[in-house]
T-cell receptor
Framework: ELKVEQNPLFLSMQEGKNYTIYCNYS?????LYWYRQDPGKSLESLFV?????AVKQEGRLMASLDTKARLSTLHITAAVHDLSATYFC?????????????FGQGTILTVHP | KAGVTQTPRYLIKTRGQQVTLSCSPI?????VSWYQQTPGQGLQFLFE???????NKGNFPGRFSGRQFSNSRSEMNVSTLELGDSALYLC???FGGGMNSPLHFGNGTRLTVT
């Protein structure tokens, strides 16, 4: 069974600082997604990583994928308050796993002034 | 292009009752998936429908069921509600449901069982 683990689960950052969220998964996959969720809201797609070595950047967020290590990272550069949210990584197991993403536990990010 | 629409946004039900949630996918999307989100268990996959057929199912009891109509709209039903069914239920649509079809999530239905 595919397992996805994120760390840390809670992250309190000061504005202007850098940090990385890690996402490990247990079986082979070459489709990894990062989502953002604000309190009481739905999931907003941030990145889709499709192959080994994939790197995508949007604003202060950069995501990468290492399929051999079964590891994805979400790097936050010079954090600002607006980035406060819960971040999820999710893995598609492939094959006949139609419509099924396995999610990590989520990382609750709080950015302080 | 309209996004995934879920109705209602909020529901309050009593234990033992049943409930039906609705999801309208993005136009042109034929795959609809349902997820349950709770603080304790996180995001868990319920089932997926494509062309009115259930193709995939998660580990939930038979009280959770769904269906899809010819226009790709989907409904999810929970019978004999339990307190533990209180959750945010998210619907996601995609073109084909496979690995090349990113999921687009709706705003969810918040179900409270008392």
């Amino acid at each position: 069974e595919l397992k996805v683990e994120q760390n840390p689960l809670f992250l309190s950052m000061q504005e202007g600082k850098n940090y990385t969220i890690y996402c490990n998964y247990s079986t082979t996959s070459d489709r990894l997604y990062w989502y953002r969720q604000d309190p009481g809201k739905s999931l907003e797609s941030l990145f889709v990583l499709l192959s080994n070595g994939a790197v995508k950047q949007e604003g202060r967020l950069m995501a990468s994928l290492d399929t051999k290590a079964r590891l994805s990272t979400l790097h936050i550069t010079a954090a600002v308050h607006d980035l406060s949210a819960t971040y999820f990584c999710a893995v598609f197991a492939g094959g006949t796993s139609y419509g099924k993403l396995t999610f990590g536990q989520g990382t609750i990010l709080t950015v302080h002034p | 292009k309209a996004g995934v629409t879920q109705t209602p946004r909020y529901l309050i039900k009593t234990r033992g009752q049943q409930v039906t949630l609705s999801c309208s996918p993005i136009s042109g999307h034929r795959s609809v998936s349902w997820y349950q989100q709770t603080p304790g268990q996180g995001l868990q996959f319920l089932f997926e429908y494509f062309s009115e057929t259930q193709r995939n199912k998660g580990n939930f009891p038979g009280r959770f069921s769904g269906r899809q109509f010819s226009n790709s709209r989907s409904e999810m039903n929970v019978s004999t509600l339990e307190l533990g069914d209180s959750a945010l239920y998210l619907c996601a649509s995609s073109f084909g449901g496979g690995m090349n079809s990113p999921l687009h999530f709706g705003n969810g239905t918040r179900l409270t069982v008392t």
